[in-house]
């Protein structure tokens, strides 16, 4: 499935693509909410996935606001700060797991999320 993937560490992103390509999907990796509102316009996608370790709060209500209907939000956060992970749930992201889960089961958490809509 093609997933846009939203990470602004160019090191994290690298990782994050191999982690999907290698749970089967196509991702497209783009570094910020600008890049993602493009992706978006230009195709369509079966997931978003998102780092929120940078301006994490303003980003979880960025995706919220961006991401189209009936597209899941997988999202991470530095578990240091768990406001941001209470906040991408208040607005709406469908799943939000500290960073190193993420890098651990991004493709078994996208898969079950994907399996749920």
Request: glycine share 6%; aromatic share 4%.
């Amino acid at each position: 499935m093609r997933i846009a993937v939203v990470v602004p560490d160019p090191e994290f992103g690298s990782q994050t693509v191999k982690i999907f390509k290698d749970a089967g999907h196509d991702p497209e990796l783009t570094t910020d909410i600008d890049g993602l509102v493009e992706l978006l316009a230009a195709e369509d996608f079966a997931a978003i996935v998102a780092d929120l370790s940078v301006d994490g709060v303003e980003w979880a209500e960025a995706l919220a606001d961006v991401r189209p209907d009936g597209v899941p939000v997988l999202a991470c956060f530095p578990p240091i700060e768990p406001d941001v992970r209470a906040v991408a749930l208040e607005v709406g992201l469908d799943q939000v797991v500290p960073r190193s889960r993420l890098a651990r089961e991004g493709g078994t958490l996208l898969n079950d999320l994907l399996d749920d809509k």
